[in-house]
């Protein structure tokens, strides 16, 4: 974490140029990971109580056709409120659209490590371009394994051949409980 606050530092000192650099790093540090944190909780309590109310409503496979078709005018309506970009990414990704970058990858494997370390989990910022990038772990619960588990254990087999039909190239499945699903990346603009 430290090595990023200095590397965001330097970056944004750099990107400053001749401009006023009396904002400290713990400040800049702070305040977006004050931010990112409360956006990442407001959408992912979001998209959870939806989900939940869409399991409740018509079962599994209603739920997973309501997230195919609501699960990013979710994040997009609470991008808007909050004039910030909100994507969920992954390594093992669903929605071909959600595929994480190189350097994505890298922090998932980061976390995964940590995560198996018993080690604490932090958001990390990253500085790319004109947009701070807040990145914040999503991990498994029993619940996310009736669609992102082992078929024939958790991902029943109806579920499975939704899933497959919906997303041909779906790589979400094989989760166990406590795992690192993925990142919440939020995006400020840098003014
Ligand atoms: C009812 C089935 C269902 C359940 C339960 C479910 N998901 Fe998903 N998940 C989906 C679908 C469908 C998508 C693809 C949404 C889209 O098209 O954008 C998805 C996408 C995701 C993504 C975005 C990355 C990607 O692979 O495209 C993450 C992260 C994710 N789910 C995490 C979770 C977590 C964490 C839980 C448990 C809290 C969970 N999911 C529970 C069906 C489900």
């Not at 000192?13 to 006023?20: H, M, N, P, S, V």
């Not at 992912?44 to 399991?55: D, N």
Request: a positive charge; aromatic letters at 8%.
């Amino acid at each position: 974490m430290k090595t990023l606050i200095y590397f965001l530092l330097i970056l944004v000192l750099a990107a400053c140029g001749t401009k006023e650099t009396s904002q400290v790093p713990e400040r800049i540090d702070s305040t977006y990971v004050i931010q990112g944190n409360v956006i990442a909780k407001i959408a992912f309590e979001t998209i959870s109580s939806e989900l939940k109310q869409a399991m409740q409503a018509g079962g599994i496979e209603h739920a997973l056709n309501y997230c195919n078709e609501n699960a990013y005018p979710i994040t997009d309506s609470l991008a808007r409120a909050h004039q910030v970009s909100i994507r969920r990414v992954s390594n093992k990704n669903r929605n071909p659209r959600n595929e994480a970058n190189k350097m994505e990858e890298f922090l998932i494997k980061g976390i995964g490590i940590d995560l198996g370390e018993g080690k604490e989990l932090t958001p990390k910022l990253v500085l790319k371009d004109d947009t701070i990038l807040f990145y914040k772990p999503i991990i498994t619960q029993p619940l996310c394994l009736t669609c992102h588990g082992t078929p024939d254990r958790e991902l029943a087999f109806r579920t499975d051949t939704l899933i497959r039909k919906l997303y041909p190239r779906d790589k979400a499945i094989g989760y166990q409980n406590n795992q690192v699903r993925g990142l919440w990346r939020i995006g400020f603009k840098h003014q």
